[in-house]
Each structure stands twice: as C-alpha cells, then as structure tokens.
C-alpha cells in the first residue's frame, strides 16, 4: 500500500531523554514536513525537507533535530533542549510539481509522545 | 507575520442543522487555502481554494474563498454525527506545500 508509515503511534519518555520518531513514504514525494499539534492548537511547523540532503526550519525547530538521507525517510529527534515537548506529532508529504497538483499534504497517523 | 485565524473554535449543533466555518488569514503572497477534516489522528483533506467565488462542493461540504475580504467559509448542510471532528483551516503562501494552520474549529453533531 502506498503510504506515510510512522512509528512508534505512542511513546513514553523520561525528561532529559533523546528520542527518534520515525516518518517513511513510499509515494515517491518530494517534500516532506513535521508538524507539531497540541490540544486546541492548529498544526505549527517544525522542520521541512524539499530535497533529499536539505530541510529547512519551521516555526518551531528549537529543541528539535532531523536529517534526509533519503527520499523516502524524514526522522526527527526530540533532544532533552526541547522544554515542552509532550504532543501529537505528524509527519506529512507532498509531491512538488506534481500533477494534478492540489496542493494536498499527504498525512501520517502520528506519534504521541508522552513526557513522564 | 503570517497568521490564520478560525471561528469558532468550537461548535455544538444537532443532525439536520447547518453549519458555517470561518478562516480568515494574513499571508504573504498567498497562493491556495486548503481545508482539512481531523477525526482522531491524520487530517483528511476537504478542499482547496485558489480564486475567488468560486464554490467548491462536494456531497454536503461546500466552500468558498474571497481573497479581497481575505477569508473562507465550509459549509456542511444537513449535519451527521459523521461529521465531529475538528476542521482545519491552512493557507499556503508561495513556498510550496509550506502551510500555515489555524487552530482549528471542534464540530460535535448530536443524533
């Protein structure tokens, strides 16, 4: 099936601990993105990927890693610098120039992440 | 700075009633509004606007943008319970797929 795949759906973590979510896709887009979402609050945007080896920050990168070694695979990393970082986090894709382009992002099913 | 702006934020009706979102946003070169259904984990999407009063429509969900006014309404007509969810509002500015989110409003629909 063709796809965004994230895991772990839920994760547990203790303060001052690093931890990697993971973002595949096997839909052969371009750019790949990060959001953060907390409850009552829209979707803001952490990191960005356009191209495989470049990203971008979003609006709230602070605290907060990720690489693109590949097309297919977008991790990000949580560091302990990140002060408040319990919430749903969402991977998404989309397909520059694509057509027909609707400008659609394609979503993941999310991470929870659980600060204890 | 860049900003969408939803209303309301939350929204009770019962089935068979009509419903109005609004966005309205601020945003530098704009190029498309998009609206997304969120049920439980990955938002769905509904519709994007890229002209003015042109209606998008699709079964009950209706949606129009007007860029001189710079804000969008949804539509959904004769209200399932379906139909509870949160619904995002994005704009997306000229970098492409780069969206900006309002906070989204929480429609619950009693049977």
């Known amino acids: 099936d063709g796809g965004i795949t994230q895991s772990p759906k839920y994760l547990f973590r203790k303060e001052g601990q690093n931890v990697t979510l993971s973002c595949e896709q096997n839909?052969?887009?371009?750019?790949m993105y990060w959001y953060r979402q907390d409850p009552g609050q829209g979707l803001r945007l952490i990191y960005y990927?356009?191209?495989?080896?470049?990203?971008q920050k979003g609006d709230i990168a602070e605290g907060y890693s990720v690489s693109r070694e590949k097309k297919e695979s977008f991790p990000l990393t949580v560091t302990s610098a990140q002060k408040n970082p319990t919430a749903f986090y969402l991977c998404?894709?989309?397909?520059?120039?694509?057509?027909?382009?609707?400008?659609?992002?394609?979503f993941g099913e999310g991470s929870r992440l659980t600060v204890l | 700075e860049d900003k969408v702006v939803q209303s309301p934020l939350s929204l009770v009706v019962h089935e068979g009633d009509t419903v109005t979102l609004n966005c309205s946003y601020e945003?530098?070169?704009?190029?498309?509004l998009l609206w997304y259904k969120q049920e439980k984990k990955a938002p769905t999407f509904l519709f994007m606007l890229?002209?003015?009063?042109i209606e998008k429509k699709s079964g009950r969900l209706s949606s129009i943008l007007d860029k001189k006014e710079l804000f969008s309404i949804l539509n959904i007509t004769a209200t399932q319970t379906g139909d509870s969810a949160v619904y995002l509002c994005?704009?997306?500015?000229?970098?492409?797929?780069?969206?900006?989110f309002g906070r989204g409003t929480q429609l619950t629909v009693w049977p």
């Open positions: 945003v530098t070169n704009f190029r498309s």
């Open positions: 839909l052969n887009h371009d750019a």
């Open positions: 994005a704009v997306e500015p000229s970098t492409l797929g780069r969206l900006y």
């Open positions: 998404a894709t989309y397909q520059v120039g694509g057509y027909p382009n609707t400008g659609e992002l394609f």
């Open positions: 890229t002209s003015s009063g």
């Open positions: 990927s356009q191209i495989v080896n470049d990203f």
